[in-house]
């Protein structure tokens, strides 16, 4: 069966240092990966996803996300943290076996300090 | 997104009461979702329709019920609510393939006492 792992309940990273959240996932084919992000009272926000080919993926407010099919993750990654960064990240998987839904991690929730 | 939209934001209901969420998109998507989200668990998906006449069970679709009123439209029902339903619920909708995201609504907070 897909599933898909955020190892971390909770990040803290000063603001202006690298910030990383981690995710790992586990199928049996091709994996199509999304980021979401959730600010305090609001809907999930696509952030970015994973397209067969370029390993490094960009997308919105700076973040990008790394897929390495060895290890079986799609780390986000933002150079640059911001305070307004501060929400709660999902990692979420898709695969076409199973009727193009989505599989979401637990969340892991970013705290960015001053 | 206010392009879907969820009524109501929040509600308190007794156990054993009847309750419908509503949920309207004005993106003009066929594929339109519910989830709940709980504590650490991630989005579980409650139920998914790829058109007005496609009504699908999610994965903890036991005591949840859906409609698909039209393309815009579709309401969650909770039949006899009980407590460990109070959750965050969420509507999104999509179109079809394997590389289209999913758009989110504001969510529902719902609490069963």
């Known amino acids: 069966a897909q599933s898909v792992a955020q190892p971390e309940d909770q990040v803290n990273v000063a603001e202006g240092n690298p910030l990383t959240v981690k995710c790992t996932y586990s199928?049996?084919?091709?994996?199509?990966l999304f980021w979401y992000v959730q600010y305090p009272n609001r809907g999930l926000q696509f952030l970015l996803k994973?397209?067969?080919?370029?390993?490094l993926v960009k997308g919105s407010y700076g973040f990008e996300a790394e897929f390495n099919k060895s290890q079986t993750s799609f780390h986000l990654k933002k150079p640059s943290a911001l305070v307004s960064d501060s929400a709660l990240y999902f990692c979420?998987?898709?695969?076409?076996?199973?009727?193009?839904?989505?599989?979401f991690g637990g969340g892991t929730r970013v705290l960015v300090k001053p | 997104d206010a392009d879907v939209t969820q009524t109501p934001r929040n509600r308190i209901t007794k156990t054993g009461k009847r309750i419908m969420l509503e949920c309207s998109q004005t993106?003009?998507?066929?594929?339109m979702y519910w989830y709940r989200q709980d504590p650490g668990l991630g989005l579980r998906l409650i139920y998914y329709s790829f058109d007005v006449k496609d009504i699908n069970k999610g994965e903890i679709s036991d005591g949840y019920s859906v409609s698909r009123q039209a393309q815009a439209k579709f309401s969650l029902s909770l039949e006899s609510a009980i407590p460990n339903q109070t959750a965050l619920y969420f509507c999104a909708t999509g179109q079809s393939g394997l590389l289209s995201e999913q758009y989110f609504g504001p969510g529902t907070r719902l609490t069963v006492t």
């Open positions: 993106k003009g998507h066929d594929r």
């Open positions: 979420a998987l898709r695969l076409e076996a199973a009727g193009n839904k989505l599989t």
């Open positions: 994973y397209i067969t080919g370029d390993n």
């Open positions: 199928v049996s084919g091709n994996p199509y």
